[in-house]
């Protein structure tokens, strides 16, 4: 796993923090901004890639706590943004999309997390693959670098692979197609559950097939990370294997608490 040093952070602990903004990603996926409930503001730093874990203590009878990426980037000065997509009778993803509404405050710790691009340890080309919520760090971590590539600290270029079910899912859909436009930027969006193939998108999961076209040149000079079901993560670690992709290079994110 990467281990990128992480920025000091100007808050520890517990925080307080309060949703100043809320936007609909889609008909189940929700994007929270939170600032600091005194200050305003984005009361820690973090790298692009981290998360926060929430805890609500009165939603259920006990105190629950959940793990929520980073969809927003360190270079979006004052909010952190949060993009939860709800899961069938999961407790939290829903009641934060049902209830959490603008000017409530929310407890949360953080940054935590290594799943971040570590420019010592990491080859120049980053090379992405998401599905469904999982595509949250890789959101995070396009934002980020998009305007920096090739500088120190950044990658030379990125390639994200990104699965939604279908039109209907498109988390964080303009920026994706936005950053698409970015000499060294390449997004390309399958859709496992809808053909729409003359409009530009690939379809069906992100297996062997379409592993070996998307990838295929980038072996020797890409770290890969990626995020999402474990079944497709673990057939991409399986594929980079075979071509030879060394262990170190290969980074995995999963979103099972
Ligand atoms: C590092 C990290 C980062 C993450 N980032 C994001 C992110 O950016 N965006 C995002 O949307 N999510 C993210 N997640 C996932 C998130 O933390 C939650 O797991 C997710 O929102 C589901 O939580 P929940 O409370 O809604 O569901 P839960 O209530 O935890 O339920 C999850 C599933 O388990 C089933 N289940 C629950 N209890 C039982 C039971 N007793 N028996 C059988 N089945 C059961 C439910 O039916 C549901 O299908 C992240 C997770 C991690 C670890």
Not at 154 to 176: C, F, G, H, N
Not at 202 to 220: D, F, N, Q
């Amino acid at each position: 796993m990467t281990t990128a040093t992480p920025a000091p952070r100007r808050k520890k602990g517990w925080m307080s923090l309060k949703v100043t903004k809320i936007e609909d990603e889609t008909w189940d996926t929700k994007t929270f901004y939170l600032e600091d409930s005194v200050d305003n503001g984005c009361p820690f730093d973090y790298i692009a890639g981290q998360y926060l874990t929430l805890r609500f203590d009165k939603i259920a009878e006990k105190a629950v706590v959940r793990s929520y990426t980073m969809s927003s980037s360190p270079n979006q000065a004052g909010f952190s943004a949060l993009t939860i997509k709800r899961v069938e009778d999961g407790l939290v993803s829903n009641w934060m999309c049902d209830n959490l509404k603008l000017g409530d405050e929310v407890r949360a710790l953080g940054p935590i997390g290594k799943f971040c691009f570590d420019p010592h340890k990491m080859r120049p080309h980053l090379v992405m693959l998401g599905a469904g919520s999982g595509v949250t760090p890789f959101v995070s971590i396009v934002r980020e670098y998009a305007d920096k590539l090739g500088q120190e600290g950044a990658p030379k270029q990125m390639t994200l692979l990104v699965a939604y079910r279908s039109k209907l899912d498109l988390i964080s859909w303009p920026d994706l197609v936005a950053f698409n436009k970015v000499p060294g930027v390449r997004i390309i969006t399958t859709l496992t559950r809808e053909d729409a193939r003359s409009e530009g998108f690939l379809h069906g999961r992100p297996e062997i097939p379409m592993l070996k076209e998307v990838l295929a040149g980038t072996y020797a000079d890409s770290s890969y990370m990626t995020c999402g079901p474990e079944a497709m993560m673990e057939q991409f670690v399986d594929f980079l294997k075979s071509q030879e992709v060394p262990a170190e290079h290969i980074h995995l994110e999963s979103f099972g608490n």
